[in-house]
């Protein structure tokens, strides 16, 4: 009975070259959250459902995945690493608070598919919990900036705001705190959806494209005003946002104490290096989650901006005393590692590299079967990463196909004749390829014998060794 | 509402110190499996149910996590990286044979819960799909080799046999092909339930501990005690127990071609120095899997075999094919990364490292903030691990004491008047350690003024450099 090799939609395979590019690009960001000190912590990928859809807002609790177990306990695969984390917190005495982690891992949404939207994705969190200091922040802001310049993302913006901003705001607009949570989610879709379908989603409501009903909120069209005036503020520097928001909220109760918080992230940062014209103070970010309670970021690539924010988070220090005990000061962000790697892929940022193998070891003649295994062997011992042919016994035209598609760099090729006189010869597929697509120059024609040399078995590694550490043309 | 923190059975967090050192164990192994040059895929965590319990066994099939997704379609959770491994393979058109891929990925199965058995657990995989070649059984046996040497897991036996030995001994002993699967499944519970239940459970069955009744497979004593003599073929090396067998089997049709193909993996591992003292041939290997068609592979650790193999796998040729298409000869072995990780630890061989972190920057004065802070991001620059004070303001003791129960080996500390001479003191806690288990001799303590010195501020990147690349004593 032949089944169909299907997947089930929104979930994908990553085929080697797009595992290797994203190992690539994990490498450079796990460098980075260890360089600040930060460890790592991993959870199992199943929960139990009252633990995360207690902490998901309504479209989140819909989205997960649900679980059986032979127990038929109510599990689901986790949608986040924020809720997982604030459950370990809880769960372990032992922990040692500061609680600095990072955590690479899947999470799962089964959210309606759309194009480079999967429902399988990974996320890597860092946070410090248990961290009230605003030194907590500024390292995370820092951290994302360090991990875009890693990447070699481009240049991009990091935009920031504060829950506690936001509060004023609704204090300045007279709004009611019972609605913050939902001005603050229609806020969060300003990118998205632009003013007008915001300050409509703010007061009445309004149809979308398939005429479905988007309820309002009611707000009262001078209360919608006060938050344009809010939105409309900004500046060059956060310096400069933060003087004129001082001045428009200057009789909101608190609001001192609230931008002295935001403006001592600012001045850490410009003592840091961080400076405006990467970290900017932008009032337009609210953050959709429920659960966040003062400073809110995102990072985007000004280069794809339509890739969306490639890192999220914020402070958030209510979360992990759900599970009991006091609350737990905490602030992170969450790199979506797709969403970063589509991003590099379509500035054409990501390597393209095809295996891990550096070098082919044909093998043309039974008869020197066990010379071609010393020969592979003697190339790994060395660390050069090779691959020996295990296919069908093939013509080495059939071999060299395969290493050309492969773009293995070096192909050995040894027949009986070339064994009896202890040599090996060497071909550089790359000058191959150049020949035949007919790049190369004359020179390099002659200079390469179609970029095959024959050698000394006894010089293999040491040829190799130096042929690969040769800089990329 | 507060949630109980909670797992559910069978499930674990691997806090900092276990993540850190499980990442350790994958580094090395992923490095010996990039040497053969394999490289990366990925795959969903959530299959369709007919790929997966197609390719189990009955048990296999009652351990799957199901899952449901929106559309209420049949998924589950894969419980190996075989079955995603072969759907892949079938799927996608492009791929290049022979696909030799490893994969690092976390497999479900919900077994009766055990002490140190958990239902999520980490597999690591290396395969080589399309790959009909003796080298290519050969490699994996070498890989499993090379990665227990990395992972320095001291002596260890990789034992192999080849279900084709155990077709010979069917037709030896005069059993029919029907009970191929059913034998050989009883065969591979020799080491964990010894010779004498295996015998009854070939034969008539028995009850076990709990009373429940085994099922025999009806087997004559005849039948038995041939199977009896296979068994009890061994020797000091693999060509001795090869050369007993072609004489035990010299009248069983196809005994030549077989063991020849066994001889010719035997004899390519003696080129390569893989000798019988670490590579045997164990005629008692079996594997429970119903895919292995040719040669099977197991390792356990000669200071540890409690933890049974930490390395299972063989050659599985018609995989593949349930997808449809023409059979695609295929070999690889699976790393148990958790009982591996579980042996090692139980040796004392895992690292017990607590945290990333390398320095730890106390902050004792508010004023001096961005001076912490500079000096903090300064260190992070030169690529040391840096972690600095976030926590609630506290005293410096508390702070010694955080550093001290992560055991980051150093603290600056900087007051007022320190800062005003331009200095910074640097305690080297493993010294105030030492002292205060009292281990340490009286020229320690005077030479290292409790672990500390005063260096200028200037000097402190150099300074903490050259501490760090010091030899552990």
């Known amino acids: 009975m032949k089944i169909e090799p299907r997947l089930s939609r929104g979930l994908r395979d990553l085929l080697p070259q797009a595992a290797m590019a994203r190992r690539q690009l994990i490498g450079k960001v796990r460098a980075v959250y260890e360089n600040y000190g930060f460890s790592p912590l991993e959870t199992p990928a199943v929960e139990y459902l009252d633990i995360l859809s207690g902490s998901a807002g309504e479209e989140a609790q819909q989205s997960i995945f649900r679980v059986v177990n032979p127990e038929e306990e109510a599990l689901g695969l986790r949608f986040d690493l924020t809720v997982p984390l604030s459950r370990v917190v809880s769960r372990y005495a032992q922990i040692e608070l500061p609680f600095r982690r990072y955590q690479l891992a899947q999470v799962w949404r089964a959210d309606k598919p759309q194009p480079g939207r999967f429902r399988q994705f990974t996320q890597f969190d860092i946070d410090s919990v248990g961290a009230p200091s605003e030194i907590a922040d500024t390292e995370i802001l820092a951290v994302i900036c360090d991990a875009l310049d890693a990447v070699e993302a481009g240049p991009y913006k990091v935009k920031f705001s504060s829950r506690k901003i936001l509060d004023l705001l609704l204090r300045y607009a007279g709004i009611g705190e019972d609605l913050a949570a939902d001005v603050f989610r229609v806020l969060d879709k300003l990118d998205k959806l632009g003013l007008e379908k915001v300050k409509k989603e703010l007061t009445a409501g309004y149809e979308d494209e398939s005429g479905a009903p988007v309820r ?185 196909q395969r290493a050309d598609r492969l773009e293995i760099p070096y192909v050995l090729i040894m027949g009986a004749d070339e064994a009896a006189r202890g040599m090996v010869t060497v071909k550089e597929m790359e000058v191959g390829r150049a020949r035949s697509s007919g790049i190369a120059g004359h020179e390099q024609w002659k200079a390469a014998r179609f970029g095959q040399q024959e050698i000394p078995r006894a010089a293999l590694v040491e040829t190799l060794q130096r042929l690969l550490e040769r800089p990329a043309a």
């Open 216 to 400: 309002g909120l009611g707000l009262a069209s001078a209360q919608v005003s006060k938050i344009e005036d809010f939105l409309s503020i900004t500046g060059d520097t956060r310096g400069e946002v933060l003087k004129t928001l001082g001045g428009e909220f200057r009789d909101v109760a608190g609001s001192g104490e609230q931008l002295a918080a935001v403006e001592s992230i600012s001045s850490h940062l410009d003592t840091l290096g961080y400076r405006s014209d990467r970290v900017m103070l932008d009032l337009g970010i609210a953050r959709g989650l429920a659960y966040y309670t003062g400073p809110v970021f995102e990072a985007v690539l000004l280069d794809a901006p339509q890739f969306g924010s490639v890192f999220g988070g914020g402070r958030y220090d209510d979360l992990v005393s759900r599970f009991g005990g006091p609350p737990v000061p905490a602030t992170g962000a969450s790199l979506g590692v797709d969403r970063l790697l589509a991003a590099l892929e379509h500035l054409g940022k990501v390597s393209q590299r095809k295996t891990t193998a550096q070098v082919f070891v044909s093998t043309m003649d039974r008869a020197l079967m066990s010379e071609y295994l010393q020969i592979a062997f003697e190339l790994r011992r060395a660390g050069i990463r090779t691959e020996i042919n295990v296919g069908r016994p093939k013509k080495l035209g059939k071999q060299l």
